[in-house]
């Protein structure tokens, strides 16, 4: 089994990613039985998930804090609540063929279940310079949020949202995995998590925290894809290739959507 591994340039916009990600379920995934994990940075925005029971906003803002700020707001039908989204993060977003929707036990879990393990598996291999972290304590919670937990205070590094869609190839039912993982990995963006309640926490001894200063290192964003991919295959039964047509043609299928928008 194979999945192509991609890296799009440019600080991407979150409603075009959205309906790229459409395309690529349905004439790469579906039609041509290719896997894609894309990682990508966006723009600035403040994303509302499809959990409606969540309270977006942390207490006295609203949307108009957010276009004080001169970001970008956008609404999915994502798992979970509100995030922002942007710089100082990596996004990676699944795309992959996992069976029949019909399947027991229910193959999007079993998936979701298999990226906690990989989250895990990373935050041991990252370099650490900070010797009061133990990297065993980097894990995820509700299937939603990767934390650091110390005593009983807990950082949100990322959070974690995957979908599982059912499309139909002629006679044929398939189910597809839909959005993915971000991670914090500097400081950049976590002034804006001010006006919100990231993925609806409001527990004072949650606070937004980013890879860089917990560990006390650098991350390279080349360095970061390289080891999040070997992770993958650790935990998932593909093998990651590259294809640099591949990943020149779904440039530009972005890119098209982009200038459309």
Do not use: W
Not at 24 to 53: E, H, W
Not at 76 to 93: E, I, K, M, V, W
Not at 126 to 143: A, F, G, I, M, R
Request: hydrophobic share 35%.
């Amino acid at each position: 089994l194979q999945v192509y591994s991609v890296s799009l340039n440019g600080d991407l916009d979150v409603k075009s990613i959205h309906k790229f990600q459409d395309q690529i379920v349905k004439n790469y995934v579906v039609k041509k039985n290719k896997n894609i994990i894309y990682g990508f940075n966006l723009s600035p925005t403040i994303s509302f998930g499809g959990n409606k029971n969540i309270n977006s906003f942390a207490a006295g803002k609203s949307l108009e804090d957010v276009n004080n700020k001169n970001l970008n707001f956008y609404t999915s039908n994502r798992p979970g609540g509100t995030t922002y989204l942007g710089p100082g993060q990596r996004t990676y977003f699944f795309n992959i063929g996992i069976g029949s929707p019909k399947k027991i036990p229910n193959p999007t879990f079993e998936f979701g279940t298999k990226l906690i393990e990989l989250i895990v598996d990373l935050s041991k291999s990252l370099p650490c310079n900070n010797s009061y972290v133990d990297s065993n304590k980097l894990l995820c919670e509700s299937q939603t949020d990767l934390f650091y937990q110390h005593g009983d205070k807990k950082s949100k590094l990322g959070s974690l949202g995957i979908k599982g869609e059912s499309v139909r190839d002629n006679s044929v039912l398939k189910l597809v995995t839909k959005y993915g993982i971000n991670f914090n990995l500097s400081n950049e963006g976590l002034k804006h998590f001010d006006i919100i309640n990231p993925c609806g926490i409001i527990d004072k001894n949650v606070s937004v925290g980013c890879l860089e200063d917990l560990l006390n290192i650098e991350l390279d964003i080349n360095f970061f894809d390289k080891m999040f991919l070997q992770s993958f295959e650790k935990k998932f039964p593909f093998k990651i290739c590259r294809d640099d047509n591949l990943s020149s043609e779904l440039q530009i299928i972005y890119d098209n959507i982009s200038r459309k928008n």
